[in-house]
Each structure stands twice: as structure tokens, then as C-alpha cells.
């Protein structure tokens, strides 16, 4: 079972990389390092289907090629992904006690989207 989850690791590292290179934004590549790592570290072995992982390693591919759908979704993803990592730097600098759940449910919707596009495709975005 841990061979197949690292190898899981290593087919989504393979088309995550591609996928962020073909962005054109260096920031891309560590933001999906980090969301492979925590994914995996957050989660035990027996959370991950290999059909789920290999149709996520089949959307990365798309994603990878320029003008698709596939590459939109993604590039917007990891867009709000790395907003995100510096506006929550900045959260405790820049806003009140009052504003921080505010804040913090902002991306909410955004959430419950990618999760139903994930569940409709049987992916892992």
C-alpha cells in the first residue's frame, strides 16, 4: 500500500511540474509542491483511489498543453492558491480582530466549487 501511495506521489509530482511549467509563472511549481505535500501528509494511504489519481495525472497532462479548459483551471487555481499563502501573511498585519473571519470565509464559495468540479470529474484538485 505505501509503494502505491508514493508512486501516486510521484505520477501527480511528474504531470503537477509539467503542468505548472507550461503556467509561465515560476511561484506555480512550489505552490503545487506544497499542495501535493500537504495533501499527501494530511491524508492516510487509504484516502487516495488510483482511479482518482490517475484521473487527476490525466487532467495535469491536459492542463500542460496551452489553450484548454483544463489549463485555465488550473492556472486559476494555483493563482488564488499563491494570493492566498501571501494574504494570509499579511492577515494578522492588516486586519482587525472584527475583519478576520471575513477574511478567512472569502474563499469559501471558490472551495465549494473546485470541490464539486473535483467530485463531477472524480478528481483531486
Known sequence: MKKE???AFRQLWRAGMAAA??????????VIRDLLRNGFRQNNCSFYSKEKV?????FLEM???RK???HLILKN??????????AGQ???????AKE?????????TYEWCLQRVGTIYNLYL
Open 5 to 7: 501511495h508514493a508512486s
Open 21 to 30: 511549467i507550461s503556467t509561465r509563472f515560476p511561484g506555480h511549481r512550489f
Open 54 to 58: 490517475e484521473n487527476t495525472v490525466i
Open 63 to 65: 492542463a500542460a498543453s
Open 68 to 70: 484548454s479548459v483544463e
Open 77 to 86: 487555481r494555483l493563482h488564488i492558491q499563491m494570493f492566498r499563502r501571501k
Open 90 to 96: 499579511r492577515l494578522a498585519h492588516y486586519s482587525t
Open 100 to 108: 478576520r473571519p471575513y477574511f478567512l470565509s472569502a474563499y469559501d
